[in-house]
């Protein structure tokens, strides 16, 4: 079973910075992860997948990039809509989360 | 535009079985281009896949619930259920259902419902 371990548990960034999120597979995946935002209360909403791939409608201050084993989000510039808690996902598994709050 | 819509009860006794069915609009449920899951969120943690079905009704479970769960497709009804038995506190959760794309180099969750909560409670 692929493990995918997120980091930081939390990031605390200001609006108008940069937010850059990790997830690591516990082997090669390839370019085979997605990421996913969930705001309270919503169910989880597509950005990335194939790695690197937006959505259909996913402003392009999101990012994604990575292969193998390693893999990063980038938010360019943050915006108050953005803070959030991000999961990263491969195959059936989902990594734990990371909770993007306002410094 | 793709909709889903999760139904079922909000309470479930214990050792009692969830039965969820989640309603689709705008796509075809006959087409083999998706696969169609469920996936739960315990309170306060991540998600957790439970399991798909594909159009021809072939399945694939998560294994840690495949011994108490069974996922069905109706397409003539545009739905797909989840039943999971034996129910316990620890299965208290909000349940999603979500469209699946599975390409092969890439799988991930397009759609999702808004979700169901579902609180295990006598």
């Known amino acids: 079973e692929i493990v995918m371990t997120q980091s930081p548990a939390t990031l605390s960034v200001s609006p108008g910075e940069r937010a850059t999120l990790f997830c690591r597979a516990s082997?090669?995946?390839?370019?085979?992860v997605a990421w996913y935002q969930q705001k309270p209360g919503q169910a989880p909403s597509l950005l990335i997948y194939g790695a690197s791939t937006r959505a259909s409608g996913l402003p392009v201050r999101f990012s994604g990039s990575g292969s193998g084993t390693e893999f990063t989000l980038t938010i360019s510039s943050l915006q108050p809509e953005d803070f959030a808690v991000y999961y990263c996902q491969q195959g059936e598994t989902f990594g734990q989360g990371t909770k993007l709050e306002v410094k | 535009q793709v909709h889903l819509e999760e139904s079922g009860p909000e309470v479930v006794k214990p050792s009692q079985t969830l039965s969820l069915i989640c309603n689709v609009s705008g796509a075809s449920l006959s087409s083999g281009d998706y696969y169609w899951s469920w996936i739960r969120q315990r309170p306060g943690r991540g998600l957790e896949w439970i399991g798909f079905v594909y159009y021809t009704g072939n399945t694939y479970y998560n294994p840690s619930l495949e011994s108490r769960v069974s996922i069905s497709i109706d397409a003539s009804k545009s739905q797909f259920s989840l039943r999971l038995n034996s129910m316990t506190a620890a299965d208290t959760a909000i349940y999603y259902c979500?469209?699946?794309?599975?390409?092969?180099?890439?799988?991930?969750?397009?759609?999702w419902g808004r979700g169901s909560l579902v609180t295990v409670s006598s």
């Open positions: 082997q090669s995946v390839s370019s085979n």
């Open positions: 979500a469209r699946d794309i599975d390409s092969g180099d890439n799988t991930y969750f397009d759609t």
